[in-house]
């Protein structure tokens, strides 16, 4: 079985401050993992993902994320917030390639002026 | 380019109906899903065709039929729509691991 726990509900920052989204997850064998941003009223939006290599992987809009194994979690990271960046961002796991994500519960993030 | 797209984007039915969400993509991908996305914003896999063969179906009620007529389309239909029902519900393809999601259809049962 694999699942995705995504601690805070709620995550608030000021523009210019750093932001961190936690992600811890369960999974057999090695993780493939992700992040996604969903905005009001839209679909999911792929941010980035691990599977293998340098345990830092940066993606989309100045965002990276860290794999540790050791803690079993995959935060997301953005050294500088943007009021833009509110949204809902999802954490997923999957015990291989093309199979089915398993998501966390979400993160709402909202970045204030 | 849409690169997964859904139809129809809003859909609202009386208890009881049939309807149909249809999902095509461009992208080649082998792979196929749908989710659905509940009041609280939970993500959860009903079905997943690889090349036009079911392969993941979760405790989805059997209300719930998926059908995939080519590798680039992949259709839900659902039977006698109860309230519960009422989520958004996502396609998504995936070839090299990373799914692609389309829009998202709101239904909205009555």
């Known amino acids: 079985a694999q699942s995705v726990a995504q601690p805070e509900d709620q995550v608030n920052v000021a523009e210019g401050n750093p932001l961190t989204v936690k992600c811890t997850y369960s999974v057999s064998g090695n993780p493939y993992l992700f992040w996604y941003v969903q905005y009001p009223n839209r679909g999911l939006q792929f941010l980035l993902k691990y599977i293998t290599g340098d345990n830092l992987v940066k993606g989309s809009y100045g965002f990276e994320a860290e794999f540790n194994k050791s803690q079993t979690s995959f935060h997301l990271k953005k050294p500088s917030a943007l009021v833009s960046d509110s949204a809902l961002y999802f954490c997923a796991v999957s015990p291989g390639n093309d199979y089915k994500l398993s998501f966390g519960a979400g993160t709402t993030v909202t970045v204030r002026a | 380019d849409t690169a997964v797209s859904q139809t129809p984007k809003y859909l609202v039915t009386q208890m009881g109906n049939d309807k149909s969400i249809k999902c095509e993509q461009n992208?080649?991908?082998?792979?196929m899903y749908w989710y659905k996305q509940d009041s609280k914003k939970f993500l959860k896999i009903m079905f997943s065709y690889n090349n036009k063969e079911l392969i993941i179906n979760e405790t989805v009620p059997n209300r719930f039929s998926p059908k995939s007529p080519d590798k680039a389309h992949l259709n839900l239909h659902i039977n006698s729509l109860e309230l519960g029902d009422s989520a958004v519900y996502f396609c998504a393809s995936s070839q090299t691991g990373t799914h692609r999601f389309g829009p998202g259809t709101r239904l909205t049962v009555l």
């Open positions: 992208l080649g991908h082998d792979t």
